[in-house]
């Protein structure tokens, strides 16, 4: 489903813990890190887009998480042809996201990257909040930019302080984060959650 612009509708979702940290998943047989995201299907709102991905990609129900907040309009992102199938080439130009900020009133073990048959991750973590842009695939890093900046000031209990990093201008806490080695700790469903800092590379 795309709009006359050539823009499929989408949700992204940020997923927050207790200590204001969001949610990482590797996509499945990839080195890739995103956030949750998926379309909107025809006859859908939104929310209910957010609540459908939010069970197929991470197991969650609506009674693990709260609603902290979400976009007050579209945020778009072109995707490169090189990442478009030659069939939708000419009329698929990329996504259209509304962003849901999320908080997980819920435990880690509700967790389950295995709730449907078929997993979009096989992997996840916690990352701080402020992740440096130059992680993220270059054509997603201003949706991400926007995203995070303009649901920051709903970040429970903690002063929003926008820290975006592009580049080689790295903070310490940043530079702390990217030296961490990869040590994958094993899940209770045979899944692994790591430990270190992501890797974005997917191109969808």
Do not use: C
């Not at 207790?18 to 949610?23: C, E, M, T």
């Amino acid at each position: 489903m795309l709009d006359r612009d050539g823009f499929r509708p989408n949700v992204g979702i940020i997923l927050l813990n207790q200590r204001n940290q969001v949610f990482w998943g590797k996509r499945i047989r990839t080195h890739s890190w995103q956030f949750p995201q998926g379309g909107i299907d025809r006859g859908e709102t939104p929310e209910q887009a957010m609540f459908r991905e939010l069970h197929e990609e991470v197991g969650l129900q609506p009674e693990h998480v709260s609603i902290v907040a979400r976009t007050r309009d579209w945020l778009r992102y072109e995707v490169p042809d090189r990442y478009i199938r030659r069939d939708a080439r000419g009329h698929y130009k990329g996504q259209k996201q509304i962003w849901y900020l999320l908080q997980l009133v819920g435990h880690d073990w509700d967790l389950n990257l295995r709730a449907t048959d078929h997993p979009e991750f096989d992997a996840w973590r916690w990352n701080e909040y402020w992740i440096p842009l130059d992680a993220v695939v270059e054509f997603k890093r201003d949706v991400y930019q926007l995203a995070l900046t303009e649901l920051a000031r709903f970040l429970p209990r903690q002063e929003a302080r926008s820290r975006y990093l592009r580049g080689g201008a790295r903070t310490r806490e940043a530079d702390v984060l990217g030296s961490r080695s990869e040590q994958p700790e094993p899940m209770s469903d045979g899944l692994h959650r790591t430990t270190s800092a992501p890797d974005l590379a997917d191109p969808g």
